[in-house]
């Protein structure tokens, strides 16, 4: 009894310690951005990362300590290279969500964050290198993280390529980028943390549409509540102390454990000023587009997937019924 006592605090002590650092790492980031006037140090993506790695401990994101690194600061330079075209800002993504998806495969890595990390020059229009420096020094610092701690221990090293599931995420961004252009939305297409969700979602095993209906709506609360606390707070530090407290109120409620939920509300910090009003709205078409077309492709994936089932296992009992 009292070993099972002592192991359970010891637990408790350890996932609190795992959460305050993440929740730490966050704050950082805003409150030296404030204290130099700049939005520069605000990459919210690595604020999924805190809580992915260090909190949950997704096996997903753990498992290729290397690409941890290389993956986010090889699309961020894939990004920023990007951006420098004189081209329009829907080609500008669609090209760099085909080099991601191309150098992830060359890396045999399914790591999520790095498409965030890749989109983040588009979004933020950035022309100088300090962008990629950070990307790259963040990036190190976290592979280091895992390697000491050894965060990635007992974990399979080498994730499934899914190549058709792959390619129906383009085709399913690609799309939704075509909706955007018809009807003239265009400054906000790429949303980073939508894309992750979709990224993982689509390599998923299952996807129900309750998973669908839940991740979106808290993607879309997630993006409304630091809309407005940052919109009606002027004290940044202030902002992303409620932001994560709230964060964490609305996981619990809607039993999600997603990572995005802490990096959305940072995205109203580094968004041009006349794009954060439509962030809210943007996150909500965004979601039921996506997500819907996700939970179809999954459902048709899955249907195809029990017909050869049902034949095999139709062929193997009447290969084994008497008379044969």
């Not at 990004?79 to 191309?102: D, E, H, R, S």
């Not at 990096?263 to 794009?275: R, T, Y």
Request: a positive charge; aromatic letters at 10%.
């Amino acid at each position: 009894m009292i070993v099972k006592i002592t192991s359970g605090v010891m637990k408790d002590r350890r996932m609190l310690l795992a959460f305050g650092s993440a929740f730490v790492f966050i704050i950082a980031m805003v409150v030296i951005s404030d204290v130099t006037h700049t939005h520069e140090f605000i990459l919210p993506e690595f604020a999924a990362m805190a809580v992915a790695m260090w909190a949950f401990r997704d096996a997903n994101w753990l498992r290729q300590p290397i690409n941890i690194c290389l993956a986010p600061t090889i699309t961020s330079l894939t990004g920023f290279a990007v951006n420098q075209m004189p081209l329009i800002y829907l080609i500008k993504v669609v090209l760099t969500l085909f080099a991601m998806l191309l150098v992830l495969a060359i890396l045999k890595s399914n790591f999520a964050p790095s498409l965030a990390t890749g989109l983040l020059p588009l979004v933020t229009d950035a022309h100088d290198w300090t962008l990629v420096l950070l990307v790259f020094l963040l990036s190190l610092f976290f592979m280091v993280v895992v390697l000491v701690f050894q965060l990635n221990k007992n974990l399979d090293h080498k994730p499934k390529q899914h190549v058709r599931q792959a390619t129906a995420f383009f085709i399913i961004m690609v799309a939704w980028l075509v909706v955007c252009w018809l009807s003239g939305s265009v400054q906000l297409a790429a949303i980073p943390p939508v894309i992750v969700v979709a990224y993982e979602a689509i390599h998923k095993r299952e996807y129900s549409k309750k998973s669908a209906f839940k991740q979106g709506f808290s993607l879309t609360l997630s993006a409304t509540i630091g809309t407005l606390l940052f919109l009606k707070i002027p004290s940044w530090p202030v902002v992303v102390i409620i932001d994560i407290l709230l964060m964490l109120l609305l996981s619990q409620a809607m039993r999600v454990r997603m990572p995005a939920l802490y990096a959305f509300p940072l995205f109203p910090f580094i968004l041009p000023g006349n794009a954060v009003h439509d962030l809210p709205l943007m996150t909500l078409l965004a979601s039921l587009f996506t997500f819907t077309c996700l939970s179809i492709y999954k459902n048709r994936d899955a249907v195809r997937g029990r017909i050869p089932f049902k034949r095999h296992k139709e062929k193997v009992k009447a290969g084994s019924s008497p008379g044969q």
